[in-house]
């Protein structure tokens, strides 16, 4: 895996290519001259974390013959107050999942994305306390 980072003005707006040319917009804080022209690092972390269990239980749901249509994931993370790093303490995704869709099977395959398979969970859990909800919406 490979990625350059490219800087695209005089202050923190930068740019991450990957080896297929995909690009990712970063941006810093406004509290330190930040413009909001993308995100920060720490949500291009927690964006990972949704992403990466969101294509799990994609492909969990579709092996076993699920007729999902689509899936949204919403995310809330606390951090450390006043520290630097500031790493995360918690972390809850609630997965919502749409579509004809087996609600067992639907909590085995979000249980074993934040259990077992997404790697970014994996890491994060090493500091924070995750936590997760589902619904299945016909």
Known sequence: ????????????????????????ETDGA????????GM????VVIAA?????????????RKQKQD?????????AEREQDKTPALFTDIHLHYQ????????????AVSLSMDK???VAKILEKTAKIT???EVVG
């Open 68 to 76: 999902m249509k689509d899936i949204r994931v919403s995310i809330e």
């Open 97 to 108: 999942l749409f579509g004809n869709i087996d609600d067992k099977k639907a909590e085995r």
């Open 117 to 119: 398979l997404c790697s």
């Open 40 to 43: 920060r690092p720490m949500q």
């Open 1 to 24: 895996m490979k990625i350059e980072i490219r800087r695209l003005d005089d202050a923190f707006h930068l740019q991450a290519v990957n080896e297929e040319g995909n690009t990712l």
């Open 132 to 134: 997760w909800s589902y």
């Open 30 to 37: 406004p509290d330190i001259g930040g413009h909001g022209k």
């Open 49 to 61: 974390l949704g992403t990466c269990s969101s294509i799990d239980v994609i492909l969990l749901l």
